[in-house]
């Protein structure tokens, strides 16, 4: 007889999708009156983020941090998650004495437009219908999210942001960022990113979307009205991707070829393994706090990022003359993000005139090093913000001098 272990379903439905209306987080809400302007040409309203803060804002308003979160994160950087009940997804790095300074920076994350945790995307219910949005929601950009969170900080009465920090995903937004807005940008920590996804990255996510799509609980989209969820193909999307977020070594020294709680092979389909049983438990904890159109959405969103295509090709001409200070951030062990992307990012960067610095660390941890503890990475990032906020003339208390 063949045993074969397939993804439980969502143990938080019912939380997930109270959630993407009704956040346990701050929410800003925009009427007809002041609809977001999609690149697909329509106009999105009316519509809501969900977001977070941490720290205070100083009288000035420029010690304000904002921290862009990768495909799978959300607002809750630092707190913990009202889903999972698990504590927030960047605790390595923000907090009191740690390098996004809650003591000294004010800290804000929104949920971007497509997600699923409150702010305005697939998950949420449509107004004009009074049902889920599913795939009537339009399909949204980099730059769409970005315009989003720039709403945000005038709502927050913010003219200049004194950084703006993500990683992945996270990074992307913050290269078009600076972008789109350089004189509203002090300075920018782009982690583990690129300025436009690669024809790889795009297959990689092709191949979760089909997974989704071949779920027969997926209902073109409709799994919300009725009833199901497809949990087991957002499941196997989700295991598809984390192999690309670490590396050969970080696996080879976390799992080898280990047996999971047994000497001898089964000879079936279970997880023999160790590295199975950590990929299945990866995409069983995943679609308890995610939406799976929303997973459609956002590696949609990340397959057209390409900022040179918006100015005739030429990267170099979409920072020229900014007055934002980089500093570039790869992981030698990184090959869904690449170092050789990060250094193209940092030459147009240069041509275009900007204050830059760049550092490839050393790491077998992959692509999700930026979420791990890695010191050499917090040192440079605390570094780097302590070096921005000197210039910029902050206190070590998040003053104006």
């Known amino acids: 007889m063949v045993n074969v272990q397939s993804i439980p379903g969502p143990a938080h439905a019912e939380d997930r999708a109270l959630e993407a209306d009704h956040p346990t987080s701050q929410v800003a809400t925009f009427g007809s ?46 707190n913990v998650h009202p889903v999972t009940g698990k504590p927030g997804w960047w605790v390595t790095l923000v907090g009191p004495g740690k390098p996004l300074d809650t003591d000294k920076y004010f800290i804000i994350c929104s949920n971007v437009i497509g997600g699923c945790m409150g702010s305005t995307g697939p998950a949420s219910t449509n107004p004009a219908t009074g049902t889920v949005w599913g795939l009537d929601f339009p399909v949204i950009t980099i730059p769409d999210m970005v315009r989003a969170q720039a709403m945000l900080i005038d709502r927050l009465g913010i003219d200049t942001l ?80 984390h192999i690309t977020y670490l590396s050969d070594a970080a696996l080879h020294r976390k799992f080898g070829r280990r047996m999971q709680d047994r000497e001898l092979p089964t000879f079936s389909f279970d997880a023999d393994f160790q590295v199975e049983s950590y990929l299945r438990h990866q995409g069983s904890s995943f679609v308890e706090r995610f939406d799976a159109n929303s997973y459609l959405y956002l590696t949609r969103a990340m397959d057209y990022f390409d900022i040179a295509a918006d100015h005739d090709g030429v990267l170099a001409a979409a920072f020229r003359g900014t007055r934002t200070r980089f500093c570039v951030v790869s992981f030698t062990s990184d090959w869904l993000f690449p170092t050789s992307e990060s250094r193209a990012t940092v030459h147009a960067l240069n041509a275009g005139g900007a204050r830059v610095s760049f550092a490839e660390i050393e790491t077998d941890r992959g692509h999700d090093a930026f979420l791990l503890d890695v010191p050499e990475f917090f040192d440079i990032a605390h570094a780097f913000l302590e070096s921005a906020g000197h210039s910029r003339g902050l206190t070590a208390a998040g003053e104006l001098r």
């Open 33 to 78: 009156d002041q609809p977001l302007q999609l690149d697909c040409g329509i106009d999105l309203a009316p519509f809501q983020i969900a977001y977070q803060t941490y720290g205070e804002l100083n009288a000035g308003k420029s010690n304000a941090i904002l921290v862009c979160h990768a495909l799978t994160g959300d607002q809750h950087v630092a």
């Open 162 to 241: 004194f950084s703006v920090v993500g990683g992945s995903m996270g990074g992307m937004q913050v290269l078009q960022w600076c972008a789109a807005y350089p004189r509203r940008v002090f300075s920018a920590l782009p982690i583990a990113c690129s300025t436009r996804h690669s024809a790889q990255n795009i297959a990689f996510h092709e191949l979760g979307r089909q997974a989704v799509m071949a779920d027969p609980d997926w209902r073109d989209g409709r799994y919300v009205e009725q009833g199901t969820h497809p949990h087991r193909g957002l499941g196997v999307a989700r295991m598809a991707a």
